[in-house]
Protein backbone atom coordinates (compact mmCIF):
# COMPACT_ATOMS: atom_id res chain seq x y z
CA UNK A 1 0.00 0.00 0.00
CA UNK A 2 1.41 3.56 -0.43
CA UNK A 3 1.49 5.92 2.76
CA UNK A 4 3.58 8.60 3.53
CA UNK A 5 4.64 9.71 6.90
CA UNK A 6 5.15 12.57 8.32
CA UNK A 7 6.28 11.99 11.95
CA UNK A 8 6.54 15.36 12.88
CA UNK A 9 3.37 17.39 13.88
CA UNK A 10 5.23 20.46 14.47
CA UNK A 11 8.64 22.07 14.84
CA UNK A 12 9.48 25.73 16.32
CA UNK A 13 12.72 27.21 15.61
CA UNK A 14 13.97 30.77 16.28
CA UNK A 15 15.24 32.88 13.21
CA UNK A 16 18.43 31.81 11.57
CA UNK A 17 18.50 28.60 12.82
CA UNK A 18 18.52 25.46 10.49
CA UNK A 19 15.50 22.84 10.12
CA UNK A 20 15.06 19.53 8.60
CA UNK A 21 11.69 17.81 7.91
CA UNK A 22 10.84 14.03 7.54
CA UNK A 23 9.11 12.39 5.20
CA UNK A 24 9.18 8.24 5.08
CA UNK A 25 7.43 6.87 2.51
CA UNK A 26 6.06 3.48 1.26
CA UNK A 27 5.30 1.75 -2.09
CA UNK A 28 5.37 -1.20 -4.02
CA UNK A 29 6.08 0.24 -7.60
CA UNK A 30 9.66 0.83 -8.23
CA UNK A 31 8.82 3.57 -10.60
CA UNK A 32 7.37 6.64 -7.97
CA UNK A 33 7.58 10.79 -7.72
CA UNK A 34 8.18 12.42 -4.53
CA UNK A 35 7.06 16.14 -3.99
CA UNK A 36 7.23 18.39 -1.36
CA UNK A 37 4.17 21.47 -0.99
CA UNK A 38 4.17 24.19 1.30
CA UNK A 39 0.72 25.55 2.41
CA UNK A 40 1.06 28.93 4.15
CA UNK A 41 -1.62 30.37 6.08
CA UNK A 42 -3.35 31.88 2.79
CA UNK A 43 -3.94 28.07 2.04
CA UNK A 44 -2.81 27.51 -0.49
CA UNK A 45 -0.49 25.07 -1.67
CA UNK A 46 2.78 25.92 -3.33
CA UNK A 47 4.60 23.15 -5.59
CA UNK A 48 8.57 23.64 -4.09
CA UNK A 49 9.84 20.09 -5.89
CA UNK A 50 9.39 17.14 -7.17
CA UNK A 51 11.64 14.19 -7.78
CA UNK A 52 11.72 10.64 -9.26
CA UNK A 53 12.72 7.29 -7.96
CA UNK A 54 15.47 6.60 -10.37
CA UNK A 55 17.18 9.93 -9.44
CA UNK A 56 18.37 9.98 -6.02
CA UNK A 57 21.12 12.97 -6.63
CA UNK A 58 20.74 15.62 -3.22
CA UNK A 59 19.26 18.68 -4.99
CA UNK A 60 19.62 22.61 -3.19
CA UNK A 61 17.86 25.42 -4.22
CA UNK A 62 18.66 28.43 -2.51
CA UNK A 63 18.07 27.81 1.40
CA UNK A 64 16.28 25.08 0.67
CA UNK A 65 17.71 21.10 -0.08
CA UNK A 66 16.44 17.71 -0.24
CA UNK A 67 18.32 14.37 1.03
CA UNK A 68 16.19 11.23 -1.20
CA UNK A 69 17.56 7.85 0.15
CA UNK A 70 16.21 5.08 -1.42
CA UNK A 71 17.31 2.75 1.04
CA UNK A 72 15.25 4.18 4.05
CA UNK A 73 12.35 4.95 2.06
CA UNK A 74 13.06 8.90 3.03
CA UNK A 75 12.78 12.05 1.43
CA UNK A 76 14.03 15.15 3.92
CA UNK A 77 13.67 18.45 3.51
CA UNK A 78 16.02 20.67 4.77
CA UNK A 79 15.20 24.85 5.49
CA UNK A 80 18.97 26.69 6.27
CA UNK A 81 18.52 29.68 8.08
CA UNK A 82 15.14 29.64 8.53
CA UNK A 83 13.05 33.19 8.61
CA UNK A 84 9.87 33.69 9.73
CA UNK A 85 8.52 34.01 5.98
CA UNK A 86 9.10 29.83 6.43
CA UNK A 87 6.48 29.73 8.73
CA UNK A 88 4.06 27.45 7.31
CA UNK A 89 2.52 23.60 6.64
CA UNK A 90 4.63 21.12 4.93
CA UNK A 91 3.60 18.41 2.84
CA UNK A 92 5.67 15.58 1.85
CA UNK A 93 3.68 13.67 -0.96
CA UNK A 94 4.03 10.35 -3.26
CA UNK A 95 2.80 9.74 -6.63
CA UNK A 96 2.82 6.57 -8.95
CA UNK A 97 2.19 5.85 -12.90
CA UNK A 98 4.30 8.29 -14.20
CA UNK A 99 3.37 11.16 -11.72
CA UNK A 100 0.15 11.65 -13.61
CA UNK A 101 -1.87 10.25 -11.12
CA UNK A 102 -3.22 11.03 -7.93
CA UNK A 103 -1.29 12.16 -5.04
CA UNK A 104 -0.81 10.95 -1.62
CA UNK A 105 0.03 13.13 1.01
CA UNK A 106 1.62 12.86 4.55
CA UNK A 107 -0.47 14.23 7.26
CA UNK A 108 1.76 17.65 7.40
CA UNK A 109 4.44 19.02 9.85
CA UNK A 110 3.80 22.69 11.05
CA UNK A 111 6.47 24.90 10.63
CA UNK A 112 6.72 28.29 12.91
CA UNK A 113 9.88 29.99 12.77
CA UNK A 114 9.94 32.84 15.47
CA UNK A 115 11.67 36.15 15.60
CA UNK B 1 0.63 33.54 -16.47
CA UNK B 2 -2.76 32.54 -14.47
CA UNK B 3 -2.36 30.47 -11.96
CA UNK B 4 -5.32 27.90 -11.29
CA UNK B 5 -8.27 29.38 -10.63
CA UNK B 6 -11.55 28.60 -7.79
CA UNK B 7 -14.42 29.62 -7.20
CA UNK B 8 -16.08 30.66 -5.02
CA UNK B 9 -14.16 31.30 -2.48
CA UNK B 10 -16.31 30.66 0.63
CA UNK B 11 -19.65 28.93 0.08
CA UNK B 12 -22.30 28.24 3.17
CA UNK B 13 -25.04 25.23 2.39
CA UNK B 14 -27.63 24.11 5.01
CA UNK B 15 -27.54 19.67 5.14
CA UNK B 16 -29.28 18.37 2.22
CA UNK B 17 -28.33 20.93 -0.38
CA UNK B 18 -26.10 20.58 -3.15
CA UNK B 19 -22.64 22.09 -3.85
CA UNK B 20 -21.08 23.09 -7.11
CA UNK B 21 -17.51 23.94 -7.05
CA UNK B 22 -15.40 25.29 -9.74
CA UNK B 23 -11.96 25.14 -11.01
CA UNK B 24 -10.12 26.72 -13.97
CA UNK B 25 -6.50 25.27 -14.53
CA UNK B 26 -3.58 26.58 -15.96
CA UNK B 27 -3.74 27.29 -19.81
CA UNK B 28 -2.12 24.23 -21.51
CA UNK B 29 -3.15 22.26 -18.61
CA UNK B 30 -5.53 19.45 -19.59
CA UNK B 31 -5.64 17.62 -16.17
CA UNK B 32 -7.66 18.65 -13.16
CA UNK B 33 -7.43 16.81 -9.77
CA UNK B 34 -9.76 17.46 -6.81
CA UNK B 35 -8.53 16.88 -3.48
CA UNK B 36 -10.43 17.51 0.25
CA UNK B 37 -8.67 18.92 2.81
CA UNK B 38 -11.11 18.26 5.93
CA UNK B 39 -10.11 18.98 9.53
CA UNK B 40 -8.22 16.01 11.03
CA UNK B 41 -8.46 13.98 7.79
CA UNK B 42 -5.63 15.73 5.81
CA UNK B 43 -5.14 15.92 1.96
CA UNK B 44 -7.63 13.16 0.57
CA UNK B 45 -7.77 12.50 -3.08
CA UNK B 46 -11.12 12.93 -4.84
CA UNK B 47 -11.33 12.87 -8.46
CA UNK B 48 -8.86 13.27 -11.48
CA UNK B 49 -9.65 14.23 -14.46
CA UNK B 50 -7.66 14.74 -17.99
CA UNK B 51 -8.89 15.62 -21.44
CA UNK B 52 -12.57 15.50 -20.41
CA UNK B 53 -12.68 12.03 -18.87
CA UNK B 54 -12.54 10.75 -15.52
CA UNK B 55 -8.92 9.01 -15.22
CA UNK B 56 -9.67 7.91 -10.97
CA UNK B 57 -11.97 7.87 -8.17
CA UNK B 58 -10.93 8.50 -4.55
CA UNK B 59 -12.76 6.46 -1.88
CA UNK B 60 -15.41 8.81 -1.37
CA UNK B 61 -19.21 8.34 -2.21
CA UNK B 62 -20.92 8.48 -5.37
CA UNK B 63 -23.09 11.94 -4.16
CA UNK B 64 -19.18 13.31 -4.68
CA UNK B 65 -19.28 13.78 -9.20
CA UNK B 66 -17.79 16.09 -11.19
CA UNK B 67 -16.80 16.73 -14.51
CA UNK B 68 -14.37 18.61 -16.86
CA UNK B 69 -15.60 20.54 -19.72
CA UNK B 70 -14.21 20.81 -23.38
CA UNK B 71 -12.02 24.43 -22.20
CA UNK B 72 -10.45 22.07 -19.25
CA UNK B 73 -12.28 23.60 -16.40
CA UNK B 74 -13.50 21.43 -13.96
CA UNK B 75 -16.99 21.17 -11.70
CA UNK B 76 -17.24 19.38 -8.37
CA UNK B 77 -20.78 18.32 -7.18
CA UNK B 78 -21.06 17.55 -3.89
CA UNK B 79 -25.07 16.09 -3.38
CA UNK B 80 -27.17 15.59 -0.22
CA UNK B 81 -24.72 17.72 1.94
CA UNK B 82 -23.44 16.47 5.14
CA UNK B 83 -21.50 18.53 7.93
CA UNK B 84 -18.21 16.42 7.43
CA UNK B 85 -18.74 17.74 4.07
CA UNK B 86 -17.20 21.22 5.59
CA UNK B 87 -13.60 21.42 4.20
CA UNK B 88 -11.26 23.16 2.03
CA UNK B 89 -11.57 21.52 -1.74
CA UNK B 90 -8.35 22.09 -3.37
CA UNK B 91 -8.22 22.09 -7.26
CA UNK B 92 -4.86 21.42 -8.65
CA UNK B 93 -4.01 21.46 -12.50
CA UNK B 94 -1.14 19.62 -14.66
CA UNK B 95 0.36 18.98 -18.39
CA UNK B 96 -1.43 15.67 -18.18
CA UNK B 97 -0.51 12.20 -19.55
CA UNK B 98 0.89 13.36 -22.34
CA UNK B 99 3.39 15.66 -20.32
CA UNK B 100 7.09 13.82 -19.13
CA UNK B 101 7.32 16.67 -15.96
CA UNK B 102 3.64 16.56 -14.24
CA UNK B 103 3.98 18.79 -11.52
CA UNK B 104 0.31 19.61 -9.89
CA UNK B 105 -0.03 23.26 -9.43
CA UNK B 106 -3.00 24.22 -6.71
CA UNK B 107 -5.67 26.69 -6.77
CA UNK B 108 -6.42 28.71 -3.68
CA UNK B 109 -9.38 26.32 -2.61
CA UNK B 110 -12.80 26.96 -2.13
CA UNK B 111 -13.87 26.97 1.48
CA UNK B 112 -17.37 24.94 2.32
CA UNK B 113 -19.51 25.22 5.25
CA UNK B 114 -22.12 22.81 5.72
CA UNK B 115 -24.58 24.52 8.79
Known amino acids: AQKVTQAQTEISVVEKEDVTLDCVYETRDTTYYLFWYKQPPSGELVFLIRRNSFDEQNEISGRYSWNFQKSTSSFNFTITASQVVDSAVYFC????????????FGTGTRLQVFP | EAGVTQSPTHLIKTRGQQATLRCSPI?????VYWYQQALGLGLQFLLWYDEGEERNRGNFPPRFSGRQFPNYSSELNVNALELEDSALYLC??????????????FGPGTRLTVL
Open chain 2, 27 to 31: SGHTS
Open chain 1, 93 to 104: ALSEAEGTDKLI
Open chain 2, 92 to 105: ASSLGLAALENEQF
